[in-house]
């Protein structure tokens, strides 16, 4: 997870905070470290409250539904451009009610920088 994070993190910034559950690939030492000698803040969620982290429940729910459940992978490689197919969909064409029934991507601003609608 860490290897992933910081191939992530050096393309687009690492962020101050992420969120996370109290899941053991987020409590590892591994991930402690990451965090520390980068800056990054680990925000625990509450053990047994999902609604503390529901925006990820969400997504999660909505991945499961419309990809993992949705498909068959008939190969790790099959499975990579699957989901890369469907983080696209899901960034670039699919309307997000929360942000006006429109994709996140059509709020990047000049600098590509996202935010929320204000």
């Known amino acids: 997870m860490v290897a992933t994070l910081d191939r992530v993190c050096r393309q687009i910034g690492y962020p101050k905070t992420i969120r996370v559950d109290n899941g053991s690939k987020h409590i590892s030492r591994d991930m402690d470290l990451w965090a520390y000698q980068r800056g ?4 625990f969620s509450r053990p047994g ?3 503390d982290n ?8 909505k991945f499961r539904a419309e990809c993992l459940i949705a498909y068959w992978f008939l190969s790790l490689s099959d499975a990579c451009e ?5 983080r696209k969909y ?3 064409e699919r309307p997000h009610s929360a942000i006006g029934n429109i994709p ?3 709020l990047a601003n000049s600098h590509g920088d996202t935010s929320p609608p204000y």
């Open 49 to 51: 409250k999902p609604t």
């Open 82 to 86: 699957k989901m890369e197919e469907r």
């Open 54 to 61: 529901a925006f990820i429940e969400a997504f999660n729910s």
């Open 90 to 92: 899901y960034n670039e």
């Open 40 to 43: 990054v803040i680990l925000d």
């Open 104 to 106: 996140p991507a059509m």
